[in-house]
């Protein structure tokens, strides 16, 4: 099932931020990097933290309960102490304005 957000004007978002959006059960962190926009979990894959409220540096966001660096273009942890990813999303513009859209796989 894929779910489909409108998030608005891409203008909307201030480059080097990050934005929770909640969407049914997925909580959603949207990071504006230049002129793009990317969506990752908005849970630090370590423990509870928001990253949303984390500082952004260029692509990389720092966790702020204990620091762990995530790319947010992939999702990836960069450093310690995330070790596992966080889940990406797709954000699509169109004339400036964006939707998330949340592609959901079957449990196997
Ligand atoms: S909760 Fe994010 S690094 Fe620990």
Redesign the pocket.
């Known amino acids: 099932m894929t779910i489909r957000h409108a998030l608005g004007p891409v203008d909307a978002f201030t480059p080097g931020t990050a934005t929770k959006v909640e969407v049914g059960n997925y909580e959603v962190s949207i990071i504006r990097v230049g002129d793009d926009l990317y969506a990752i979990a908005d849970r630090?894959?370590?423990?509870?933290?928001s990253l949303s409220e984390g500082e952004l540096i260029d692509n990389e966001i720092e966790?702020p309960?204990?620091?762990?660096l995530f790319d947010v273009t992939t999702g990836e942890a960069l450093t310690l102490?995330?070790t596992k990813p966080v889940d990406t999303y797709d954000v699509v513009i169109v004339d400036g304005e964006a939707s998330l859209v949340i592609t959901e796989t079957e449990p196997v």
């Open positions: 630090c894959s370590h423990a509870e933290a966790c309960r204990h620091g762990a102490p995330a």
